[in-house]
């Protein structure tokens, strides 16, 4: 796959999951949705694992090295999946956005070269500017139902998952490739949400789909889940993080278009601000982080 076409397919699939999240909460909660849309991971990963295991092809500790990012990458999986019960789809990427602001955060605590960030004021203005926009987006969104303090919850704390479990896979799994990277994690991370929707969902209603459900089910693990996190491994070894977080900041926008005419959802003013707040807050993050860095990253351990 060229490049290129794999970063439109990251963008497009990421700004469809709202969306498609969005349509299955007329179907099903948020524990089964998690359940069901997670269970393309052993679909699509379990031959691939069981061929390299097979061929001796597992590096060395990897089981080991995997249970830190499944335990971050659960965590952001059950905050995301609920987040639409709580949530318009065109609230979700914006306040997502926020991501990368834990994870600069999380990288103080464990990656020493991260913390020389600390002295650059643009970072901080940054900072200040993320938390601003979440602000303007709850408040903005609270005025018109589209939003809810236990929704603004669950996004930052998807958020801070995704973070976590970013930081992580860059310290625990340099050694391993991408591939049997996320397949050992997501094989990891399956039980646990397939024992939350056994315990909290619903799960029984899977009786009552009908076989178009299934197959946008599907899809939409396949497309948010099973590839893209792949996906986006290719994208940043080769464009590298700057690059690649600068394009992502297209998705809230594609986001809203794709909200507004499969739903009729529309922003106030007030969360449009927000928007701009939190895409600018973005940007003045990976500026602190490349005057920081540099432009040589060591994209290897990605």
Sequence with gaps: MKYPAAFVLVVLSWASMPLFMKYFTGFMDGWTMNGLRYSTVLIIWSP????????????????????????????????????????????????????????????????????????????????????????????????????????????LGAGAGWAAYGVAIKKCMGAHSSRLSFGVIGLYTLPGIWLLMFVFGDWRVMADFDLPLWGWIALSGILGIALAHVLLYVVIKRYGPIVSDGVFQLIPFVTVVGAYLLFGETMTWLQWLGGFVLIGAISALLKAKRQSMGTQWDESKI
């Excluded at 597992?58 to 952001?76: C, V």
Aim: aromatic fraction near 16%.
């Design 48 to 155: 691939y694992l069981l061929l390299k295991w097979r061929q001796k092809q597992f590096t060395p500790g990897i089981f080991r090295d995997a249970r830190y990012p499944a335990l971050a990458h659960l965590f952001g999986q059950v905050c995301w999946g609920l987040a639409p019960y709580f949530n318009d789809a065109n609230m979700m990427h914006f306040i997502g956005r926020s991501t990368f602001l834990f994870m600069i955060l999380f990288s103080f605590l464990i990656l020493h070269e991260e913390r020389r960030l600390i002295g650059r004021p643009v970072f901080w203005i940054g900072v200040f500017a993320t938390i601003s926009g979440v602000v303007l987006m709850y408040i903005g969104g609270a005025r018109v139902g589209s939003t809810s303090p236990l929704g603004v919850l669950l996004l």
